[in-house]
């Protein structure tokens, strides 16, 4: 089966290869596709803020001032 396939219909190229990267790949190999495919969208979002200098529980501060100044909590899509 091809995850990088299905991985590009869920995620935009660059956040694929924040995660690969954050995993200790380099942004194009693929090999873990499969195992970022089944990450939850907040694992995917730790990721991303971690490998971009955000670390140490932003992800909860930036999903709470979005929920307070847009009124979406985006926890709701994990369900």
Do not use: H
């Amino acid at each position: 089966m091809d995850y990088t396939k299905l991985l590009e219909e869920k995620y935009p190229i660059n956040i694929i290869q924040y995660v690969r990267q954050r995993e200790g790949l380099d942004k194009e190999d693929g090999s873990m596709d499969k195992e970022i495919l089944e990450m939850t969208n907040s694992e995917v979002f730790r990721d991303v803020l971690a490998w971009n200098g955000l670390l140490g529980g932003w992800d909860y501060t930036i999903k709470d001032w979005i929920k307070s100044i847009y009124g979406i909590d985006l926890d709701d899509f994990e369900k």
